[in-house]
């Protein structure tokens, strides 16, 4: 088993509406979880992190953690043109400072 | 803040050179950077950590003969890529933590390097 799995294909949205993300993780002892977007081409940008279980939103961005059930997912609301990327989910190694990624989903939001 | 920078952005050179990446952290102290690399259509893999001050920790399977990093100061690392090959012409990328952050890793624009 992957250490972070993030399944699913390409994701077409259309704008306006919401682009869901899912990622699991292998390490029970893994306490932090992040979420990136990269543009094609680009680095790595931290969209948001998240520690606690349940709900963490940022503007238009709401992550979730169930740690019970070793899944961590990403929301996108009002989903723009310009959050076409490949979102990357990162999980800390649990006893480290080391992230462990997923291999990305990609999503396009059509206008 | 928390900006990271990485130099050259991109680079060419001929099989066998050896090619100097820096990593430097703008406006925090990096007590601890991330080398990692990004074939096309891949995940990000972490290739060593690097401590101020102390030798890197390499993952399984990366020659630490042939990615030579050091870590002079609180905002300098640096990744040396030995006697480059075509095979390891690919997209690297450093990552800072910011210790005042807990365990938030900010990354570097990249270099991609092309191994003629």
């Known amino acids: 088993q992957k250490e972070v799995e993030q399944n699913s294909g390409p994701l077409s949205v259309p704008e306006g509406a919401i682009a869901s993300l899912n990622c699991t993780y292998s390490?029970?002892?893994?306490?932090?979880f992040f979420w990136y977007r990269q543009y094609s081409g680009k680095s790595p940008e931290l969209i948001m992190f998240?520690?606690?279980?349940g709900d963490k939103e940022d503007g238009r961005f709401t992550a979730q953690l169930n740690k019970a059930s070793q899944y961590v997912s990403l929301l996108i609301r009002d989903s723009q043109p310009s959050d076409s990327a490949t979102y990357l989910c990162?999980?800390?190694?649990?006893?480290?400072?080391?992230?462990?990624f997923g291999k990305g989903n990609q999503v396009v939001v059509i206008p | 803040g928390a900006v990271v920078s990485q130099h050259p952005s991109r680079v060419i050179c001929k099989s066998g050179t050896s090619v100097k990446i820096e990593c430097r952290s703008l406006?925090?102290?990096?007590?601890?950077m991330f080398w990692y690399r990004q074939f096309p259509k891949q995940s990000l893999m972490l290739m060593a950590t690097?401590?101020?001050?102390?030798?890197?920790?390499?993952e399984q399977g990366v020659e630490k003969d042939k990615f030579l990093i050091n870590h002079a100061s609180l905002t300098l690392s640096t990744l040396t890529v030995t006697s480059a090959h075509p095979e390891d012409s690919s997209f690297y990328i450093c990552?800072?933590?910011?210790?005042?952050?807990?365990?938030?890793?900010?990354f570097g624009p990249g270099t991609r390097l092309l191994v003629l």
């Open positions: 990552s800072a933590h910011d210790r005042g952050r807990q365990e938030t890793q900010y």
């Open positions: 390490d029970r002892g893994s306490q932090s």
């Open positions: 998240i520690y606690s279980n």
């Open positions: 990162a999980v800390n190694r649990s006893g480290n400072n080391r992230l462990a």
């Open positions: 406006d925090f102290q990096a007590t601890t």
């Open positions: 690097s401590n101020e001050g102390s030798k890197a920790t390499y």
